[in-house]
């Protein structure tokens, strides 16, 4: 069984930064790649961030893109999501999850049902 703990999400005003972490257990934590996905209150989730096995490749929603940084420690089974210039329409809850392989193609990488397990997420909310 895969466990995936986020944490260090939180209240920021509009320009700040926060840096979220997912610690993954149960599972050989280098063998997949890893994804960030995020739901905004009433709206469905959608696809943030991913990383491959390595940490080599990784990948951004337009949304995001230039403004957050994915990232993985596969010695600590971790993976990061550093996220700068923060905007109100970044506040959302943050989910981290394992890919069912270790370099996502382009048509599965932001596909939830190509994730196999994910956390319980971690808010976010940035203030205008």
């Known amino acids: 069984q895969v466990q995936l703990v986020e944490s260090g999400g939180g209240l920021v005003q509009a320009g700040g930064s926060l840096r979220l972490s997912c610690a993954a257990s149960?599972?050989?934590?280098?063998?997949?790649?890893m994804g960030w996905f995020r739901q905004p209150p009433g709206k469905e989730r959608e696809f943030v961030a991913a990383?491959?096995?390595?940490?080599?490749?990784?990948y951004y929603a337009n949304s995001v893109k230039g403004r957050f940084t994915i990232s993985r420690d596969n010695a600590k089974n971790t993976v990061y999501l550093q996220m700068n210039s923060l905007k109100p329409e970044d506040t959302a809850v943050f989910y981290c999850a394992v890919h069912k392989t270790k370099i996502p193609a382009y048509d599965t990488r932001e596909r939830q049902d190509e994730y196999d397990y994910w956390g319980q997420g971690t808010q976010v909310t940035v203030s205008s």
């Open positions: 990383i491959s096995w390595s940490g080599g490749t990784t």
């Open positions: 149960g599972r050989t934590f280098s063998n997949y790649a």
